[in-house]
């Protein structure tokens, strides 16, 4: 399984850091993508890494904000995202194929 952690409360214009780890899932050689749900809203891609790290992907509505990164070694996936804003409020998966963490809620509010 897949386990996002680091969402949280930030004020607009402030940064936070996700990450994701494997559990009995191996992220190795694998695409992997952070997907996000807004409030009463559908699923959004936000960004994808491929297997070996070197080719990422973004969202238009992030582009320049968000930084994907992926540690193999220890099987892991972050995001860095900085300038946050209203619009950037959801819950935040990992996605691996059919394989989905349970979501970190990342709440961005004055």
């Known amino acids: 399984r897949l386990v996002e952690s680091g969402g949280g409360l930030v004020q607009p214009g402030g940064s936070l850091r996700l990450s994701c780890a494997a559990s009995?899932?191996?992220?190795?050689?694998?695409?992997v993508s952070w997907v996000r749900q807004p409030p009463g809203k559908g699923l959004e891609w936000v960004s994808a890494i491929s297997g070996d790290g070197y080719r990422s992907f973004y969202a238009e509505s992030i582009k320049g904000r968000f930084t994907i990164t992926r540690d193999n070694a220890k099987g892991t996936l972050s995001l860095q995202m900085m300038s946050l804003n209203f619009e950037d409020t959801a819950v935040y998966y990992c996605?691996?194929?059919?394989?989905w963490g349970q979501g970190t809620q990342v709440t961005v509010s004055s």
């Open positions: 009995g899932v191996t992220l190795d050689d694998y695409t």
């Open positions: 996605n691996r194929g059919e394989y």
